[in-house]
């Protein structure tokens, strides 16, 4: 089997040592469940404020980790696919569904209600969608992506991974907002930065 590796060196012979980039997304997706089993405790034992603080990075990881999905792997390998049916309207639908619950979820943080069915089916929808994802679209991304599309995941995924937003400079403030248009000029242009 042909791969890539994170690092930029791909493809490359399969090797479990090698970080990909369906890896480090696995990954991920388990920091993500961490992060929202510390909301779920935060909100049991009372401390709404670390709550709302812990949601917010979690949806911001959250979001920026399907916008990946959808503008980079789905871009992709949709050629690959009917990009309005099958795998990839699947994947898009379940992102939806995703963010109307994280709204669900921001709204009783905010008001500070009872959580637990809440998050209990955004945790059953991303665990469905997470496998989903594991075992269909990460594997063909892999097998078929451009070398200019995974340069541009390999790119986006190191801050991600670390927690820090992949389109914020270094050094910048958290909470610097990021103009819409810039997504597309990273997407673009990550191919040509030099992977570190």
Request: hydrophobic share 40%; net charge negative; no cysteine.
């Amino acid at each position: 089997m042909t791969t890539h590796d994170i690092h930029g060196n791909g493809p490359t012979s399969a090797d479990p040592a090698q970080e990909t980039v369906s890896v480090a997304l696995e990954q991920h997706h388990h920091r993500l469940d961490d992060m929202l089993d510390r909301i779920e405790i935060d909100v049991e034992v009372g401390s709404w404020g670390e709550a709302r603080r812990k949601f917010s990075l979690f949806r911001r990881e959250l979001e920026e980790h399907m916008r990946l999905e959808e503008e980079i792997l789905l871009a992709d390998v949709g050629s690959e696919w009917q990009v309005n049916y099958g795998p990839p309207a699947v994947v898009r639908g379940d992102h939806a569904r995703i963010r109307d619950l994280l709204d669900v979820v921001e709204v009783g943080l905010e008001n500070e209600h009872p959580m637990e069915e809440t998050t209990d089916a955004l945790e059953a929808v991303l665990a469905e969608h997470n496998a989903k994802e594991e075992h269909l679209l990460y594997p063909m991304f892999e097998r078929l992506a451009t070398p200019e599309a995974y340069a541009a995941a390999t790119f986006e995924l190191r801050p991600l991974i670390k927690g820090q937003d992949p389109r914020v400079p270094v050094g910048a403030p958290a909470d610097l907002p990021v103009p819409r248009d810039s997504l597309l000029h990273i997407h673009r242009s990550a191919a040509h930065v030099p992977v570190p």
